[in-house]
């Protein structure tokens, strides 16, 4: 470490007092996501198949796929917390509404619904703690931001294998609540909105600005690989560890625990990753990401998927903060939303892609199913090392670019 450089609590000290709220808020609303974890498990118990399945979590991806350049509109142009509190309140209720849907095409429809509501506060939140901290706090902030989120994460598969036994409304009714209560939180505490001058909230001048920036491309083309990968946590990933006979509980538990290693050791690590240049970081934490993955294909005990799970969080935990350091500081500050719109795009896409595709890969062969998560991993890696003719700058020590 340079003797300029501060330390990982001067760091968080100096993070403003509306980017602990956003945490905060983020922190609710991530405890809560109980439906979409077992979205999978839910359908194939009350009698849709695997293929069904696959089908209406691809229809949440769809919503989401369009969330993601409406809310990065939205962000650069109604607003950053306006933006946040229609995601939330709207979400809660799509929420609702999905759980009581009886028929196929309507869980469809309602679960693409709860997919373009929910999931709109993305690139809002992104640009708004971009726009509260200077470039230099960037991986630190982005790393809280995480580290916010997977505390949620951790406790909240927990809880929703709990609930689970009292029954699988109840996921969607907790889930409803702390989207509530993030809305409530962003409403009374997060900073109101500047006014934008309209011209600048054009997409056509963005999608200018980020169809030059090959930078920006590199990281698109390597996090869409590697988002294949990570979207079978949330999807297939139960699925196989149901079919090798454990309970819904430990399929909670090992996922909570990849929640838990990320607020415990992400933020500490994130002191040794800024040292090296970005485009080396990223390649070496999607390698480790499929690699965690491609081992699920030996693993048939809970200390093996446990070990795999380990090797995942290791990839996710030096790889994804850095990331959204380096988009945030490639996007104009007008442009911030969309960059980040864009960008949560590709993970859009893998959410339709990955888990009809896993599930189907899945119930044919769960070695080749696995086995290609490494591969994509591998080639996420390549991809963002390949040299540039202008070349992407690594983020500096400081977090500059």
């Not at 968080?12 to 999978?40: D, Q, T």
């Not at 069904?52 to 769809?62: E, N, P, T, W």
């Not at 309507?106 to 708004?128: D, K």
């Not at 996007?331 to 795009?345: C, E, I, N, S």
Request: hydrophobic content about 55%.
């Amino acid at each position: 470490m340079k003797p300029n450089e501060p330390t990982l609590i001067a760091g968080l000290r100096a993070l403003p007092s509306a980017a602990w709220i956003l945490f905060f808020g983020m922190f609710l609303n991530k405890f809560g996501a109980f439906v979409l974890p077992f979205l999978a498990l839910y359908l194939t118990r009350i009698g849709y198949t695997l293929a069904d399945a696959g089908l209406a979590i691809g229809a949440y991806g769809v919503g989401n796929l369009i969330a993601s350049l409406l809310g990065g509109h939205l962000a650069d142009s109604l607003g950053r917390r306006k933006t946040i509190l229609l995601s939330t309140f709207s979400g809660a209720a799509a929420m609702l509404l999905l759980s009581q849907a009886n028929n196929l095409p309507l869980i469809i429809a309602l679960s693409a619904l709860t997919g373009l509501t929910s999931e709109l506060y993305r690139p809002a939140c992104s640009a708004l703690l971009s726009d509260l901290v200077s470039s230099d706090q960037r991986v630190t902030a982005f790393a809280a931001y995480r580290m916010s989120f997977n505390a949620g994460w951790a406790f909240g598969p927990a809880t929703a294998g709990f609930l689970v036994t009292k029954g699988f409304f109840w996921l969607f009714v907790g889930d409803a609540a702390t989207t509530v209560l993030f809305g409530l939180v962003a409403l009374f505490a997060l900073p109101r909105d500047v006014p934008v001058p309209r011209k600048e909230t054009a997409w056509g001048d963005a999608l200018g600005v980020i169809r030059q920036d090959r930078k920006f491309h590199q990281v698109l083309l390597s996090s869409f690989a590697v988002a294949f990968v990570v979207l079978q946590m949330s999807t297939t990933f139960g699925v196989y560890v149901k079919s090798l006979g454990f309970s819904l509980a430990t399929y909670g538990a090992i996922i909570s625990m990849n929640g838990a290693m990320v607020v415990l050791f992400e933020l500490p690590l994130t002191t040794i990753t800024r040292r090296f240049p970005t485009r080396r970081v990223l390649a070496v934490g999607y390698a480790l990401i499929g690699l965690g993955f491609a081992m699920n294909a030996f693993a048939h005990t809970v200390s093996a998927l446990a070990g795999c799970m380990i090797i995942f969080t290791l990839g996710e935990m030096i790889a994804m903060p850095v990331a959204s350091a380096y988009i945030s500081n490639l996007a104009p500050a007008h442009m911030r939303g969309r960059y980040m719109g864009v960008f949560g795009l590709n993970w859009a896409l893998g959410l339709i892609i990955a888990p009809a595709l896993g599930m189907r890969l899945l119930a044919w062969n769960p070695v080749v199913m696995w086995l290609g998560c490494g591969a994509l991993g591998v080639l996420a890696a390549v991809i963002i090392s390949m040299q540039l003719r202008v070349q992407a700058p690594a983020l500096t020590t400081d977090g500059h670019r």
